[in-house]
């Protein structure tokens, strides 16, 4: 015979319930004289924990047979119904039984009333309904703390495998627009072009590195951003200025890698960028420790040829970290996107929360 597997809850309520229903049951069958004489307490006492255990294990079966059969969750109530009514005759035939085995051997102080019977039968109906709400809400309960642990997982698996996917982006999207520099300067400059491109390996080689990291810190994205700048200023000379202003103390700071260079190129994709209309862009933080990114504005008359990624992927990556977005402002004059910098004790919650 096949029995459930218990959980500690089951044996706690067994441990707490059975003696609790077996001293009513006798009190209710016996009256006041099962509490008053000690061979009366014991003898039924013992009597009725054989067979009441007994009946658990039968009840024990009725259970895993609405369990097996029932498998959908949204099958409880019927599954519910069909185990109470299962238990209840069960339980009833046991309290039947217990009562003819008190009469035939003769238990001291027992006298047969079937009122006290019919008594004993009503409250133990009442006790199995209890029992199988309190079972049914305890089954249900871990259902829903499962499904909410499958749904989680397959939520933080789509994150992370779209957050790969947007870091995967950038790498094409940053050498496209590189290749493209370079092309031209090769025509324009062969020397300019033989510069560019030993400041693009330097470029790379951070590209290479951080192309696995959910964030990196803000010294580390810093340091790259002058090194794209001077690959920037190879083409465009005095034309294109940066300047940089953040506060001491927030260096270990955190942000999606490449968040700068995206910022900075766009900057320079999309505005005029020449010696008598030079641009300007400034990376700095405000009162509040967030990183600003602005630029003087300066639109093209036509518009410049992109492949859709940009600001959409940054604030994209912030939503897939679970950060507040970045604030994109145009006041006219200048473009500024404000960026959340994240403090690394909550990064790495952060990063926990976005991986399965």
Not at 274 to 286: G, Q
Not at 297 to 324: C, D, E, F
Not at 331 to 342: I, W, Y
Request: aromatic content about 10%; proline content about 5%.
């Amino acid at each position: 015979m096949k029995s459930l597997s218990y959980s500690r809850y089951d044996w706690l309520l067994q441990i707490f319930v059975l003696p609790l229903y077996i001293g009513l049951l006798n009190w209710i069958l016996i009256g006041d004289a099962y509490w008053r004489h000690p061979t009366t307490l014991l003898l039924a006492t013992g009597i009725a924990f054989a067979e009441s255990f007994l009946n658990w294990l039968i009840n024990n079966q009725v259970a895993h047979y609405t369990n097996r059969t029932f498998t959908d969750p949204r099958q409880y109530l019927k599954r519910a119904i069909i185990r109470y009514i299962g238990t209840a005759i069960t339980s009833s035939v046991n309290v039947s039984l217990l009562y003819g085995v008190y009469w035939a051997i003769g238990l001291p102080n027992f006298v047969a009333d079937p009122v006290r019977l019919g008594f004993a039968i009503l409250y133990t109906l009442v006790i199995v309904a209890l029992v199988v709400i309190t079972y049914e809400g305890i089954e249900s309960y871990d259902y829903w703390q499962q499904s909410r642990r499958e749904v989680d997982t397959l939520n933080k698996a789509q994150l992370q495998a779209q957050l790969d996917a947007l870091r995967q982006q950038v790498n094409p999207h940053f050498l496209f627009n590189s290749l493209n520099a370079l092309i031209s300067l090769i025509e324009e400059d062969p020397r300019q072009a033989g510069m560019f491109a030993e400041e693009l390996s330097s470029v790379y080689r951070y590209l290479l590195r951080s192309n696995d990291a959910s964030l990196v810190t803000l010294a580390g994205e810093l340091e790259f951003i002058n090194s794209y700048y001077h690959l920037l200023r190879t083409r465009h000379g005095d034309a294109l200025t940066l300047v940089t202003r953040i506060e001491p103390g927030l260096d270990a700071c955190q942000l999606p890698p490449l968040t700068l260079q995206l910022l900075v190129e766009n900057a320079v994709k999309h505005n005029v960028v020449l010696p008598d209309l030079p641009l300007t862009i400034t990376i700095a933080t405000d009162d509040q420790r967030r990183l600003v990114v602005s630029n003087s504005l300066q639109r093209k008359p036509s518009r410049a040829l992109s492949n859709g990624v940009g600001l959409s992927n940054i604030l994209a990556k912030y939503q897939m970290l679970g950060q507040p977005a970045p604030l994109i402002e145009d006041t006219g004059t200048h473009f500024r996107v404000t960026l959340p910098l994240l403090q690394p004790a909550a990064t790495t919650h952060s990063l926990a929360e976005s991986r399965p």
